[in-house]
Structures are given as structure tokens and as C-alpha cells.
């Protein structure tokens, strides 16, 4: 499971026994005492979006409520759009355009 670590604001990314390989972890790994304790934080590489309009990209690690998220949201360009909105359309049972 990966996790980040905020040290000095730098955000580290990284699997929880390679960030902490002399600490001991139950099963289930480190816990919310742990992550407090340690400026630990969850990782996640989905966002909310609108995939007709929108699209998941890569990015640097950045803290926002409360998550280390890897990824941004950003409008698709237009010629992807339509194609993906007809997709969209005949997914929902509309008519084919």
C-alpha cells in the first residue's frame, strides 16, 4: 500500500515498509494513530470528473483535503470530446447519433 510523507513540505510517495523499513506494521498496515504521528497521509490516483468532458493526468504529489493525490483533472480536448459524449449517449440507452 502506498502512502506519502510530508517532510519539511516535500511530499514522498512510496510503499509504507520502504518509507519506514525499521517500523514494525500489523497486517493491515499503519493506522490512522501512525499516519498522525507521522505526517502520513493516503494516495489516490482517481479524482471526481466528468469523463465526457474530462480527463484523469499524471502529476506531482499535492496535498488537498486531507489526501495526497497523483493525479489532476483537465478538460479533453474537443476533438476527443465528441466521440466519447456519442459513447456517453448510446451507454445510457439514448438514441445513436
Given at each position: 500500500?502506498?502512502?506519502?510523507?510530508?517532510?519539511?513540505?516535500?511530499?514522498?510517495?512510496?510503499?509504507?515498509?520502504?518509507?519506514?523499513?525499521?517500523?514494525?506494521?500489523?497486517?493491515?498496515g499503519p493506522?490512522?494513530?501512525?499516519?498522525?504521528?507521522?505526517?502520513?497521509?493516503?494516495?489516490?490516483?482517481?479524482?471526481?470528473?466528468?469523463?465526457?468532458?474530462?480527463?484523469?493526468?499524471?502529476?506531482?504529489?499535492?496535498?488537498?483535503?486531507?489526501?495526497?493525490?497523483?493525479?489532476?483533472?483537465?478538460?479533453?480536448?474537443p476533438q476527443v470530446q465528441?466521440?466519447?459524449?456519442?459513447?456517453?449517449?448510446?451507454?445510457?440507452?439514448?438514441?445513436?447519433?
Open positions: 500500500m502506498n502512502i506519502a510523507k510530508i517532510d519539511n513540505g516535500n511530499i514522498t510517495v512510496g510503499h509504507y515498509r520502504d518509507l519506514f523499513p525499521t517500523t514494525s506494521f500489523s497486517a493491515d493506522n490512522a494513530e501512525f499516519f498522525a504521528e507521522h505526517g502520513c497521509y493516503t494516495v489516490t490516483a482517481f479524482k471526481s470528473h466528468d469523463s465526457a468532458s474530462q480527463m484523469l493526468v499524471n502529476c506531482e504529489p499535492y496535498l488537498e483535503d486531507g489526501v495526497v493525490y497523483t493525479v489532476r483533472v483537465d478538460v479533453r480536448p465528441a466521440p466519447i459524449e456519442i459513447i456517453v449517449a448510446s451507454d445510457n440507452g439514448a438514441d445513436t447519433i
